[in-house]
């Protein structure tokens, strides 16, 4: 398939499920479909370094807080259209991400792993003594109860998951045309054996700096609505634990050597971690990720596409 058709057909999909949620007529379905959404982006950002290119990220956290806390700077200076603050939080998180991969990408391993979890930790800790935008108390965005559009009116959290669709259909297709570029398959052979690759010629640093930067942007651009979606921002919301959990986890369940495994992995981890919410308690959740890590790393660990794979190879052609 085309990419051009993929993403025609990407949108179509993501036209349905936003009528589809319309047509519920239930608000909820907006709030938990957008951290469902959400997921979806971080895994498949997450996945451009951790799967293709075999570099373990901790600090997927750092750039999503990134993402956020541009927003939360620019709407105190100058207020902007989201779309605006999405590109903007992307470019900034990619700069970061490219600048952090320059520091730490000669690290292999546990030691990258660990660099990356300690860069989380000092712009943590940056923010927290930065005043203009909160601090430690954390800072308020008001958003508007409706989005006039064309004389329709739309009420916002509707307009958030709308820009989180877009982002998930873009997100997904940016990952598609990577697997099956030249691109793609330098991120593989690094993955495979680095060291044999750069005996071959191959450009390693030079492609894994491409995959921190587009894994970071994306990353921040799926953190920078979020203060709206929110209303309230702190340093221990934005880099929550959850985020540096699910973003590893959920590529890891659904399978992180292709597009469609962070999607998958994204969605049935997130939706259940909604359905725990409503019915338990938030609490669960990572425990929820953690238990599923732990029987999936046991009994499938290539994630759910590679035991599909699997099964396919071992039933053989009919």
């Known amino acids: ?6 993403v025609l057909i990407a949108i179509a999909v993501a036209a349905v499920v936003f009528g589809v949620s319309r047509g519920i007529q239930n608000d909820y379905v907006f709030f938990a479909g ?6 979806i982006v971080l895994a498949t950002a997450w996945n451009i370094l951790g799967g ?7 600090g997927s956290a750092a750039f999503f807080a990134l993402g956020a806390y541009s927003t939360v700077a620019l709407h105190k200076l100058w207020p902007m259209p989201i779309p605006m603050l999405i590109l903007i939080g992307g470019i900034v998180s990619g700069i970061v991400g490219l600048g952090m991969g320059y520091l730490t990408l000669r690290l292999r391993g546990a030691f990258f792993a660990i660099a990356t979890l300690a860069m989380a930790v000092v712009l943590q800790t ?14 308020y965005i008001i958003r508007p109860q409706n989005l006039e559009i064309a004389g329709f009116q739309l ?3 509707q307009y958030l998951f709308a820009l989180m669709l877009a982002l998930t259909v873009a997100a997904v297709a940016v990952a598609r045309a990577i697997e099956r570029s030249s691109l793609g398959y330098g991120f593989a052979t690094i993955r495979d054996d680095e060291l044999a690759a750069e005996a071959c010629g191959v450009p ?12 970071g942007a994306f990353m921040g651009m799926s953190g920078a609505p979020f203060p709206y979606y929110i209303g309230y921002l702190e340093p221990s919301s934005a880099f929550g634990l959850q985020y540096a959990v699910n973003s590893i986890a959920m590529p890891m369940i659904g399978g992180t050597t292709s597009w469609i495994g962070p999607l998958i992995g994204a969605v049935l981890l997130g939706s259940l971690q909604q359905i725990a919410t409503v019915t338990i308690s938030s609490a669960v959740n990572l425990l929820i990720v953690g238990v599923l890590l732990v029987a999936f790393v046991i009994i499938a660990p290539n994630g759910i596409v590679g035991l599909v794979q699997e099964r396919r190879r071992a039933r053989g052609p009919r």
């Not at 293709?52 to 901790?58: H, R």
């Not at 390693?204 to 894994?215: M, Y």
């Open 126 to 139: 940056l923010i927290i003594n930065w005043d203009y935008v909160g601090g430690s108390r954390g800072a």
């Open 1 to 6: 398939m085309r990419l051009s058709t993929f």
């Open 204 to 215: 390693t640093l030079k492609l894994k700096l491409i995959a921190t930067a587009l894994s």
């Open 155 to 157: 009420p916002y959290v």
């Open 52 to 58: 293709y290119c075999g570099y373990v990220n901790f």
């Open 34 to 39: 957008y951290v469902v959404l959400n997921y």
